[in-house]
T-cell receptor
Framework: AQKVTQAQTEISVVEKEDVTLDCVYETRDTTYYLFWYKQPPSGELVFLIRRNSFDEQNEISGRYSWNFQKSTSSFNFTITASQVVDSAVYFCALSDSNYQLIWGAGTKLIIKP | IAGITQAPTSQILAAGRRMTLRCTQDMRHNAMYWYRQDLGLGLRLIHYSNTAGTTGKGEVPDGYSVSRANTDDFPLTLASAVPSQTSVYFC???????????????FGAGSRLTVL
């Protein structure tokens, strides 16, 4: 069965700290996609990144970086030097062989000034 | 600004009433989706449409119906609302349902529905 687990329900850190959001997935497919979406307090979900199963290169975009490890079925998300504006709920998702998305329960990230 | 418009933003509804949540996109995306978001459960797919004229059931379709008469509109109807349908509903779209890049979803701002 396809499954995405975000074990951290809520994380609270002080501004400028680094923080890592964990995502562990289960799938029997050999070809799949993994995603991260951000849901700020305004409510609208925003796409952050997509990674396909054949590309294990880590990705860095400014203060954001993603570590994809097939060996541990993980796709973790790190924010470096966190800012208050990073406060949001972050969702990890898996695209299955039917191209439907399986979502994790989300991690609420609170950045304190 | 291109995107998805959902209406209403918020609604309080008596149990047993019929309610339609509206969703319109102007990006000419083929695929559209309805999700509900409940605390601790993430997003759950209610119904989807891969292209105009077709619809499919998602993970939690019971009590909901959809139609896709054209590319732009994808309304979600609750025929007889029940309190367990209290949730935040998100409409989303993607260029196509399959292939690389297909599942990068664009979301609407959500509709908060309370059924009493």
């Amino acid at each position: 069965a396809q499954k995405v687990t975000q074990a951290q329900t809520e994380i609270s850190v002080v501004e400028k700290e680094d923080v890592t959001l964990d995502c562990v997935y289960e799938t029997r497919d050999t070809t799949y996609y993994l995603f991260w979406y951000k849901q700020p307090p305004s409510g609208e979900l925003v796409f952050l990144i997509r990674r396909n199963s054949f590309d294990e290169q880590n990705e860095i975009s400014g203060r954001y970086s993603w570590n994809f490890q097939k060996s541990t079925s993980s796709f973790n998300f790190t924010i470096t030097a966190s800012q208050v504006v990073d406060s949001a709920v972050y969702f990890c998702a898996l695209s299955d062989s039917n191209y439907q998305l399986i979502w994790g329960a989300g991690t609420k990230l609170i950045i304190k000034p | 600004i291109a995107g998805i418009t959902q209406a209403p933003t918020s609604q309080i509804l008596a149990a047993g009433r019929r309610m339609t949540l509206r969703c319109t996109q102007d990006m000419r995306h083929n695929a559209m989706y309805w999700y509900r978001q409940d605390l601790g459960l993430g997003l759950r797919l209610i119904h989807y449409s891969n292209t105009a004229g077709t619809t499919g059931k998602g993970e939690v379709p019971d009590g909901y119906s959809v139609s896709r008469a054209n590319t732009d509109d994808f309304p979600l109807t609750l025929a007889s609302a029940v309190p367990s349908q209290t949730s935040v509903y998100f409409c989303a779209s993607s260029p196509n349902p399959g292939g690389s890049g297909a599942n990068v979803l664009t979301f609407g701002a959500g509709s908060r529905l309370t059924v009493l």
